[in-house]
T-cell receptor
Framework: SQTIHQWPATLVQPVGSPLSLECTVE??????LYWYRQAAGRGLQLLFY??????ISSEVPQNLSASRPQDRQFILSSKKLLLSDSGFYLC????????????FGSGTQLSVL | GQQLNQSPQSMFIQEGEDVSMNCTSS?????WLWYKQDPGEGPVLLIA?????ELTSNGRLTAQFGITRKDSFLNISASIPSDVGIYFC???????????FGRGTSLIVHP
């Protein structure tokens, strides 16, 4: 069966520090991968998605970047965090052609202080 | 871009009550989805709808794809405490294969 792993679960970082969140998927090949952000009291905002290794599409211009160095690995990064980067970050995957069926990780709660 | 209006924003109900929530769109969708997010977790897909007028159930949950293709409804019958969470609608259409999410309905069930 397929599983998605996302870490860390919580993270407290100072303003201006770098960020690296990692997500890996097991049990499937060539998944579509996604990063979402959920601000308090708001919905899910799509940040990045990838349909293959090295292919990244950005939905919202911002202080963050994403990379997909391996088929089942998706990384969210920042060189310098801003206060506004605080939020709940979710990684998700879907099978190609079944993009409506998203499978989410358990999320990372990021607090930038 | 596509926008979804989900209502109500929050609901506080007694155990055993039925729940109704809905989602409307400014655009026509060809797929409607309902997800549930438990506190501190990622959302989980509850129901997927693919055809206008379609009515689909998953246990005590029933969802409908509106005839106009611009809305969808979710009903929960005989609510229980574990129904607590945030319910998201999502729609897909207009050439985008990635669903657009609503802002969610937060449900609290009092025992």
């Amino acid at each position: 069966s397929q599983t998605i792993h996302q870490w860390p679960a919580t993270l407290v970082q100072p303003v201006g520090s770098p960020l690296s969140l990692e997500c890996t998927v097991e049990g499937t090949s060539n998944p579509n991968l996604y990063w979402y952000r959920q601000a308090a009291g708001r919905g899910l905002q799509l940040l990045f998605y990838s349909v293959g290794i090295g292919q990244i599409s950005s939905e919202v211009p911002q202080n963050l970047s994403a990379s997909r160095p391996q088929d089942r690995q998706f990384i969210l990064s920042s060189k310098k965090l801003l206060l506004s980067d605080s939020g709940f970050y979710l990684c998700a995957w879907s099978a190609a052609g079944l993009e409506e069926k998203l499978f989410f990780g358990s999320g990372t709660q990021l607090s930038v202080l | 871009g596509q926008q979804l209006n989900q209502s109500p924003q929050s609901m506080f109900i007694q155990e055993g009550e039925d729940v109704s929530m809905n989602c409307t769109s400014s655009s026509i969708f060809n797929t409607w989805l309902w997800y549930k997010q438990d506190p501190g977790e990622g959302p989980v897909l509850l129901i997927a709808l693919y055809k206008a007028g379609e009515l689909t159930s998953n246990g005590r949950l029933t969802a409908q794809f509106g005839i106009t293709r611009k809305d969808s409804f979710l009903n929960i019958s005989a609510s229980i405490p574990s129904d607590v969470g945030i319910y998201f609608c999502a729609g897909r259409g207009g050439g985008s294969y990635i669903p657009t999410f609503g802002r969610g309905t937060s449900l609290i069930v009092h025992p």
